[in-house]
C-alpha cells in the first residue's frame, strides 16, 4: 500500500518514525491543471521547487496516490471536480487539499445572506450539471437551469468553497484578497490571506528604451471598463499621447517574455478595474517588477501592501487621463514610485513568500 498520504497528514510513518511536519517539511505537491501549459501552473511549480518541494503537474480529472498535497488555484474550471475526487480515496492515502481562490466575490453591497443562498442555489444546480446520473444531466442541460449554469460563476464559487468546507473536504483554504479573506472568515470559512506577489518568471531588466508612454493590457470584459479605457484614451490623444492597447482585439494579448519586453518598454501601465470592488492587485504584480508605473483608478485595499502615492499613482477616473499626463511629464517623480513598487515586490511581495504562507498551513493542517 502506499502510505505517502498517511505518512505526511499524521506525522506518523507505518513503522511509528515521526517525520517533520513543521513549516519548511518537504512535500509532492500535485498542481492542478485546466489547461494545458496554464502559466499560473507553472509558477507554482517554479516557487514550490525553490521551496524546498516537489510539484507534479496534474489534470483534474486524475490525481495520482503519490503526491502528499493536491494545490488548486482560480478556480478555472470546475471546482469540485477536484476535493470531490479526493474524498472518494480512502483516508489513509488522502492527499492534503489546498485552494488558493484568485477569483473575486459577487457583488459586495449584496448582504451576505442573500449573496450566501444564492451561491448555495447555484452550486447545487451546479451539481446537477456534473450529476452521474445522465437523467439528471439531461435535466440540467434544458432551460432554464441551462441558462443559470451558463452564468452567476461567482455565485457559484462561493456556494461550492462553503459547501466543500461543510463536508470536510477543504484542509486549507487561501485567499489573495485580505478584504475577501476576511469576510470567509467571519462567516465560518477558515481563510489565509495570500497576495499575489512577483515571481523571476514574470520579470527582467532589459535596459529598454521606455519608448511607450502609456500600456494597457487585458480583456475590456465589461461595458464601464470598455467605455472608461475609450474616454482615457481618447483625452490623451488629444495630447498627443498614445495608448497601447493589448485587449486581443486591436493588438494580441501578451504573455511571457514579450509582456516583459512591452513592460520594459511603458512608462506607465494603465489600471482600471471591471466593477468598483474588484481585486486587481494581480497586474501590479507584472508591471511593478518592470519598473512600469502604475496609474490606477482607486481600488479597494484588497492588498494593504501597496499604498497610493508610494507603490502607485491612485486618481478618480474623472482626472485620470490629465493624472497620467503629470507623471509622463514629471520623470523624477515617476521613477522614484516605480523604484519603491519594484523593491516591495521583488523582497516583500513575492509570489514564493505568498506560496511559503500557504505551505506552512499545510504542514499545520
Partial sequence: MNTTGLVR?????????????????????????????????????????ALGHTPVCLSSSVIPNEVDVVFSFGPYGNFLSVPSQLASMPVERRPTFVHWNTEGLPDLRLAWRLMSTMGTCRS????????????????????????????????????????????????????????????HA????????????ATPRWYDNLKLERDIDV???????????????????????????????ADGVENPFIFGEERTQFLNRAKITLNLTRTWYDDNF???AMACPNRSLVVSEPLLPHCPYYEPGIHYVSAPTEILAETILYYLEHEEERLRIAENAYELVTTVLTFQNSIKTIMDAVSRA
Avoid at 467571519?186 to 506577489?197: C, D, Q, R, S
Avoid at 482615457?232 to 495630447?239: G, I, Y
Fill in 9 to 49: 497528514r499524521s506525522g506518523i510513518a507505518v513503522n511509528g518514525n515521526k517525520i517533520d511536519l513543521r513549516p519548511g517539511a518537504s512535500y509532492q505537491v500535485g498542481i492542478v491543471q485546466f489547461s494545458h501549459g496554464e502559466g499560473i501552473a507553472q509558477v507554482l511549480c517554479d516557487e514550490l521547487i
Fill in 124 to 183: 447545487w444546480m451546479g451539481r446537477l450539471a456534473d450529476s452521474d446520473n445522465r437523467w439528471v444531466r439531461f435535466l440540467a442541460s434544458e432551460p432554464p437551469l441551462s441558462w443559470i449554469n451558463a452564468r452567476m460563476f461567482r455565485f457559484r464559487y462561493v456556494g461550492d468553497y462553503y459547501y466543500a468546507h461543510r463536508r470536510g473536504w477543504m484542509d486549507v483554504f487561501a485567499d489573495s484578497s485580505t478584504i475577501y479573506a476576511r469576510l
Fill in 186 to 197: 467571519k462567516h465560518g470559512l477558515p481563510t489565509i490571506f495570500a497576495p499575489w506577489g
Fill in 215 to 245: 500600456l494597457w493590457m487585458g480583456k475590456r470584459a465589461t461595458k464601464r471598463r470598455h467605455n472608461l479605457l475609450n474616454r482615457v484614451r481618447s483625452e490623451l490623444q488629444a495630447h498627443g499621447v498614445q495608448v497601447h492597447v
Fill in 282 to 284: 494581480s497586474r501590479f
